[in-house]
């Protein structure tokens, strides 16, 4: 979403919504900070600007949502 720029404006933040979305989905919690998240947008963002291929960067995403991930359990905390 970030690199096809399917929206005039908002890409990053639609990409982090859902990214975030999606995890949570699937019992996920990301752990970045909104500022740490919208750096991530960034670099994906430049990284389709400057030509870097789409297999470095799905490579970067899941390098960085592995690093700050956790599975979440509903029992947890109990």
Same mark, same amino acid.
């Given at each position: 979403?970030?690199?096809?720029?399917? +929206? %005039?404006?908002?890409?990053?933040?639609?990409?982090?919504? /859902?990214?975030?979305? /999606?995890?949570?989905?699937?019992?996920?919690?990301?752990?970045?900070?909104?500022?740490?998240?919208?750096? +991530?947008?960034?670099?994906?963002?430049?990284?389709? %600007?400057?030509?870097?291929?789409? %297999?470095?960067?799905?490579?970067?995403?899941?390098?960085?949502?592995?690093?700050?991930?956790?599975?979440?359990?509903?029992l947890?905390?109990?």
């Open positions: 979403m970030i690199r096809g720029h399917a +929206f %005039e404006n908002g890409n990053k933040r639609c990409a982090v919504f /859902f990214t975030h979305w /999606f995890l949570l989905r699937n019992n996920v919690t990301f752990i970045l900070k909104p500022k740490e998240m919208y750096n +991530f947008a960034v670099v994906i963002a430049q990284a389709g %600007e400057s030509n870097i291929k789409s %297999e470095i960067t799905k490579q970067w995403c899941k390098e960085i949502i592995s690093e700050f991930t956790r599975n979440w359990s509903p947890e905390g109990k």
